[in-house]
C-alpha cells in the first residue's frame, strides 16, 4: 500500500521526535545526576585548626581572634595581640576570605588574624577615592559604589575575595589592558610588627608600599585601604570564536585596536578530542554611562549553569557538553548590555567544589605575547601526561606593574588561569606537584612567570629562578619584623633561599 504523503510527513515527524530524544536524554540525563546526585560532604570548620580554600592546609592554631569592626577598637585590639606574641614569641598571620591555596593564611600553631569583621567603607565624593576595611569583600564593596555610580577599577572576576587579601597578592582581573589592582591603590594604613602605625604610598613609606603590596601579610597588618574608582558604566558584550593559536592576532584586532573595548577574557576547550585547540573571546564595549544605583540583578539559571560545572568534572562527555553549551549561551547574549558593577558582582560559588573526596586547584602563569603559541603547545604535551583533571583556562591580558616588589608582569603579559580537579589523597598531591613543576620550567624557558598564591609546589631554585628579587625580599623582611612575627607557610617553605640558579641549572 503507497504511503500517502500525510503518512510520510508524520512518519518524518515520528523519526525526527526519536532523534531528538536520543540527543537529549543523555545530556538531561547527565545534567540531573549532577544537579541533584553530587558528592557534598566536608566540613570547612574544626574547632583548634584553620585551613584555606584548598583544604590541604588543615593546621592547628594557638587560637583565631576576630578583629573588631570599629577602627579605634580595631587598632587597639591588635596592638595589644602583637604585643602578646612579641612576649611569648608566637607568630601571627593574617586571614580574609583565605581563598590563596599555599598556607599564606596560616602559621601553624600561632594566631590567626581574622579581619573580616573590619569592613568600614566611605566614598570621597570629590576625590571619588574609596577607603574600605581591609576586610572587606569585594560583594560589599560593588553595592556601595554602585549607589555613587562609581565602580572598581581592577578586581579579580569574583566578588568573594577581600580587599586586604586582593592588595596581598596583587590580584588582576578582566579590565581591558590594565596593570595589576597595586596601580589602583593610592595608600594604605599598616600596623607594623612593634605596634606603630604608618601611611604607606609612593611618596610616604615608599619601600613598605612595594613590599607589602603583593607581599603575602609578612610585613605587618593592613587595616584599610585607599583605593582608585571609576565611573559605572553600560557594556554590550560581544564574543567570537577562533582557534586558539589566533587568540593574539584577534586580540590585537578586537580589543588593542578597539577604543570601546573595557573588559575581556578569553576561554579555552579542555575536552580531550581537540585539547586547547579552540579559544572564545569575550568582551564588553562601551556603550554609556549607567545611571545611579543601576540595578544589579542576581544570575539567572544558576542551578543550571553549576550544573554543566559540576558535570564537567572527570568526564569528558561533560566537558563537551559545557564547552558547547557555553557557546550557545553566549551567543545569545551577543549585544546584550550589562553595566560594569553587574559584570564584577559574580560569586564563584558556581564553581567551587563541595566535594568531601576531592579538591579543586588554581594554577596561574604569565606568558608574553610574543610567547603565546608555544606555550598553548607545551600545555598540550604536558597536562595529558598528568592524573590531574583541568577543568577550564581563561585567559587575562596584564599589563607592566610598576608597582609591587615581587613582580609577575614586568612586561605585558597574558595570564592563563587554569582551574585543576585532583583527589584529596598523597598521590594526587605528588602527582600535581610533578605537573607544577614541569609546567614552570616550561614558563621559565619562555620568560613567563607564576603566580605564588596557589599551591607551594615550586622548587627553591624555580621560585628564584622566576623571581631573582626573592632574596632581597626576604631580607627587607627581616629588616622590618626581625622576630619573625608575622609568618605563614609561603615564608616557611621558602626563607631560606640560597641555592645559586646559573645557566646549567636545572630547575627541576
Known amino acids: 500500500m503507497p504511503l500517502t504523503r500525510k503518512k510520510i510527513i508524520r512518519y518524518s515527524l515520528l523519526l525526527l ?12 540525563l547527565h545534567l540531573t545526576k549532577h544537579m541533584y546526585f553530587t558528592d557534598v560532604g566536608f566540613s570547612s570548620s574544626e574547632k ?47 586571614a580574609g ?40 569583600l569585594w560583594s560589599e564593596v560593588i553595592p556601595y559604589l554602585n549607589h555613587y555610580n562609581r565602580a572598581v577599577s581592577i578586581m579579580q572576576s569574583d566578588n568573594a575575595f ?39 604610598s609612593r611618596t610616604e613609606n615608599e619601600e613598605l ?61 579542555v575536552n580531550k578530542k581537540d585539547f586547547l585547540q579552540k579559544a572564545m573571546l569575550n568582551y564588553f564595549e562601551y556603550k554609556a554611562p549607567a545611571t545611579k544605583d543601576y540595578p544589579l540583578t542576581d544570575p539567572s539559571f544558576t542551578k543550571l ?24 549561551f553566549t551567543k545569545t547574549l551577543t549585544g546584550n548590555t550589562y553595566s560594569r558593577n553587574q559584570i564584577m558582582n559574580e560569586s564563584p560559588a558556581l564553581y567551587l567544589n563541595q566535594s568531601a573526596t576531592r579538591t579543586d586547584i588554581l594554577h596561574e602563569y604569565f606568558i608574553p605575547r610574543k610567547n603565546f603559541r608555544q606555550f598553548i603547545k607545551q600545555l598540550q604535551q604536558i597536562i595529558p601526561q598528568h592524573q590531574a583533571d583541568l577543568l577550564n583556562v ?17 612586561e605585558e603579559v597574558f595570564a592563563f588561569v587554569m582551574f585543576f580537579n585532583q583527589p584529596l589523597t598523597s598521590e594526587a598531591e605528588q602527582d600535581m606537584t610533578h605537573l607544577t613543576q614541569e609546567l614552570i620550567d616550561a614558563v621559565h624557558k619562555l620568560n613567563g ?33 626581625p622576630q619573625e612575627i608575622f609568618q605563614n607557610k609561603f615564608y616557611q617553605q621558602y626563607k631560606n633561599t640560597k641555592s645559586t640558579v646559573d645557566s646549567t641549572t636545572t630547575l627541576r
Open 17 to 28: 521526535s526519536i532523534i531528538a530524544i536520543i540527543f537529549l536524554v543523555r545530556p538531561i
Open 48 to 94: 583548634g585548626f584553620t585551613n584555606d580554600v584548598s583544604r590541604l592546609n588543615r593546621s592547628p592554631i594557638d587560637s583565631l581572634v576576630l578583629v573588631s569592626s570599629t577602627a579605634d577598637s580595631a587598632i587597639q585590639q591588635l596592638i595589644s595581640l602583637l604585643s602578646y606574641a612579641r612576649t611569648n614569641h608566637l607568630q601571627v598571620s593574617i
Open 97 to 136: 576570605a583565605k581563598h590563596s591555596m599555599g598556607g599564606h593564611t596560616i602559621a601553624p600553631n600561632g594566631i590567626q588574624v581574622d579581619m573580616l569583621p573590619f569592613r568600614a567603607l566611605t566614598l570621597d565624593t570629590t576625590t571619588n577615592i574609596l577607603t574600605v576595611g581591609s576586610g572587606a
Open 162 to 200: 577581600s580587599v586586604g587579601g586582593s592588595i596581598s597578592v596583587n590580584c588582576h582581573g578582566w579590565q581591558h589592558n590594565k596593570p595589576p589592582i597595586a596601580s589602583t591603590v593610592q595608600s594604605f594604613r599598616l600596623l607594623k610588627v612593634d605596634g606603630r602605625l604608618v601611611t604607606c
Open 209 to 269: 608600599f612595594s613590599l607589602v603590596l603583593g607581599g603575602y601579610g609578612l610585613f605587618g597588618i593592613i587595616i584599610d585601604v585607599q583605593l582608585q574608582t571609576v565611573p559605572n558604566e553600560l557594556y554590550t558584550y560581544q564574543r567570537i570564536t577562533v582557534p586558539a593559536t589566533d587568540y593574539p592576532d584577534s586580540y590585537q584586532k578586537y580589543i588593542d585596536q578597539n577604543p570601546k573595548a573595557r573588559m575581556v577574557y578569553g576561554r579555552l576547550n
Open 305 to 328: 549553569k553549576q550544573s554543566i560545572f559540576e558535570g564537567s568534572r572527570n568526564d569528558d562527555y561533560g566537558k563537551e557538553l559545557r564547552w558547547q553549551s557555553e557557546k550557545l
Open 394 to 410: 581563561t585567559i587575562r591580558n596584564v599589563y607592566k606593574d610598576e608597582d609591587t616588589y615581587l613582580r609577575y608582569a614586568r
Open 449 to 481: 612567570t607564576y603566580y605564588l598564591p596557589y599551591r607551594l609546589h615550586a622548587t627553591q631554585n624555580q621560585l628564584k629562578a622566576t623571581y631573582p628579587m626573592i632574596d632581597t625580599f626576604f631580607q627587607n623582611k627581616l629588616k622590618y619584623d
